[in-house]
């Protein structure tokens, strides 16, 4: 079973960067997709970027576009969300999700805050 664990996350002001990372136990990050998602309390959980396990990217959010990139680190089997530009808008809770397929990410770690202030 995969376990993914965030890390990352903060407090930064409007216009700045973070990096936040997922680390999976249990199998190398190519042998699975992997999603980040963000939720803020009282809103439905965002979608916010999507790899596959051959590293195609599926899925960006309009709201991020240009502004976060997700990479891989296949050696060190983490998988990077790259926060550039970063907004008031974009405070969530940073959740990492893997699984088989894009369809079925099915393991969620515990999530990282990030908050943006203004």
């Known amino acids: 079973q995969v376990q993914p664990v965030e890390s990352g996350g903060g407090l930064v002001q409007a216009g700045g960067s973070l990096r936040l990372s997922c680390a999976a136990s249990?199998?190398?990050?190519?042998?699975?997709?992997m999603g980040w998602f963000r939720q803020v309390p009282g809103k439905e959980r965002e979608r916010v970027v999507v790899?596959?396990?051959?590293?195609?990217?599926?899925y960006y959010a309009d709201s991020v576009k240009g502004r976060f990139t997700i990479s891989r680190d296949s050696a060190k089997n983490t998988v990077y969300l790259q926060l550039n530009s970063l907004r008031p808008e974009d405070t969530a809770v940073y959740y990492c999700?893997?699984?088989?397929?894009?369809?079925?990410?099915?393991?969620w770690g515990q999530g990282t805050q990030v908050t943006v202030s203004s």
């Open positions: 249990g199998r190398t990050s190519s042998d699975y997709a």
């Open positions: 999700a893997t699984g088989a397929t894009t369809g079925s990410l099915n393991y």
């Open positions: 790899i596959t396990r051959w590293g195609t990217i599926s």
